[in-house]
Every structure is written in structure tokens, then in C-alpha cells.
């Protein structure tokens, strides 16, 4: 379930990133921390 989740959240950064390029940096930034939380956790990355 929590890989799910994962997945669910970065999908939800890069729409962001597409629709709001302005915010990109920021955004970039989330995405970081989603992977730092996946590889602590274990999980495979994307």
C-alpha cells in the first residue's frame, strides 16, 4: 500500500510540474523528499 501511495504522490508533483512551471524549483524539491522517504523506507524507486 505504501508504494502505491508513493507512486500516487509523485504522479500528482510532475502534473504539477507540467501545469504550474512556475512553481517548478518547489516542486522539484517535494519530489526529492517523496524519493529520499521511498529509499528509506526500502522501497524501489520508480
Do not use: C, T, W
Not at 504550474?20 to 518547489?26: G, I, K, L, N, V
Request: glycine share 2%; charged share 30%; aromatic share 2%.
Amino acid at each position: 500500500m505504501a508504494l502505491e501511495s508513493f507512486k500516487a504522490q509523485i504522479s500528482l508533483l510532475l502534473e504539477e510540474m507540467v501545469n504550474q512551471p512556475e512553481d517548478q524549483h518547489e516542486i522539484q524539491e517535494q519530489l526529492r523528499e517523496k524519493l529520499r522517504e521511498m529509499r528509506a523506507m526500502g522501497l524501489p524507486l520508480p
